[in-house]
C-alpha cells in the first residue's frame, strides 16, 4: 500500500486557483516531487526539491509543505492542466520511493 | 538533451521472467552522478517504483518486489535493464525507465526527469 495519500479527485474553474495534498509521514523529513500525467502519456515532473519547477513548466504551478503534507497549486488553471497528478517521495525509512494515489483534476 | 526509450517483448508468459532494457541517447549513462530508475502502471492504476541502480552498478529496490528483480547496467551500451521472474497478470503494466533530476550541479533523487515514453508489457498466456 502506498504511503503517500492523495483525494482521488478535485475540480477547478478555468482560471481559478487549486491545491492539491499528499500526506505522508516521510514528508515531514523528505520533500516531495510532483508529476502530471495526461492520459497516454508519460509523467511528467512539475514541481521537484522546495519548490523547483523545470524549464518549459508554467509558473502557476508551485509547491509548498508543511509537516506530514506536501501540496501542489495551480495558481489560474488552464484547460490543458486537467490531468492525474501524482506526488512522490521517500519511503518513511528513506530507503526507496513511493507514490502518491494520484488525485485527478478536472478543469470546468 | 538525454532520452529514454524502454525495448522489450511486449508480451510474457505466467512464471516467466520479463526483461526490458532502456537506452539512454542524448549523453552518457556513466557520467554524472544519477540514479537510473525502473517504474511501473497498471492500466487505470497509479505508478510504483521498482527500483534504480547507479553508475556505479549499486541498486535499491522497492522491497514488495526486491525477492523478483534485478536491475543492471551496461555503461558499454549506455542501457540499464530490468528483469521481473515469476511474472503473474499482477505484473502486466507499462514500464517506464527515468532518471534523477539534475539542475545546475545538484542532484534531486527521486525526482524522476526525463522519463522514457513507456512500455505496455501483459502478462498472459
Known amino acids: 500500500s502506498s504511503e503517500l495519500t492523495q483525494d482521488p479527485a478535485v475540480s477547478v474553474a478555468l482560471g481559478q486557483t487549486v491545491r492539491i495534498t499528499c500526506q505522508g509521514d516521510?514528508?515531514?523529513?523528505?520533500?516531495a516531487s510532483w508529476y502530471q500525467q495526461k492520459p497516454g502519456q508519460a509523467p511528467v515532473l512539475v514541481i521537484y526539491?522546495?519548490?523547483n519547477r523545470p524549464s518549459g513548466i508554467p509558473d502557476r504551478f508551485s509547491g509548498s509543505s508543511s509537516g506530514n503534507t506536501a501540496s501542489l497549486t495551480i495558481t489560474g488553471a488552464q484547460a490543458e492542466d486537467e490531468a492525474d497528478y501524482y506526488c512522490n517521495s521517500r519511503d518513511t525509512s528513506g530507503n526507496y520511493y513511493v507514490f502518491g494515489t494520484g488525485t485527478k483534476v478536472t478543469v470546468l | 538533451q538525454v532520452q529514454l526509450q524502454e525495448s522489450g517483448p511486449g508480451l510474457v508468459k505466467p512464471s516467466q521472467t520479463l526483461s526490458l532494457t532502456c537506452t539512454v541517447s542524448g549523453g552518457s549513462i556513466s557520467s554524472g552522478s544519477y540514479y537510473w530508475s525502473w517504474i511501473r502502471q497498471p492500466a487505470g492504476k497509479g505508478l510504483e517504483w521498482i527500483g534504480r541502480?547507479?553508475?556505479?552498478?549499486?541498486?535499491n529496490y522497492n522491497p514488495s518486489l526486491k525477492s523478483r528483480v534485478t536491475i543492471s547496467i551496461d555503461t558499454s551500451k549506455n542501457q540499464f535493464s530490468l528483469k521481473l521472474s515469476s511474472v503473474t497478470a499482477a505484473d502486466t503494466a507499462v514500464y517506464y525507465c527515468a532518471r534523477d533530476r539534475y539542475d545546475s550541479g545538484v542532484y534531486y533523487p527521486g525526482s524522476f526527469d526525463p522519463w522514457g515514453q513507456g512500455t505496455l508489457v501483459t502478462v498472459s498466456s
Open positions: 526539491g522546495k519548490n
Open positions: 516521510s514528508l515531514r523529513n523528505y520533500y
Open positions: 541502480i547507479y553508475t556505479s552498478g549499486s541498486t
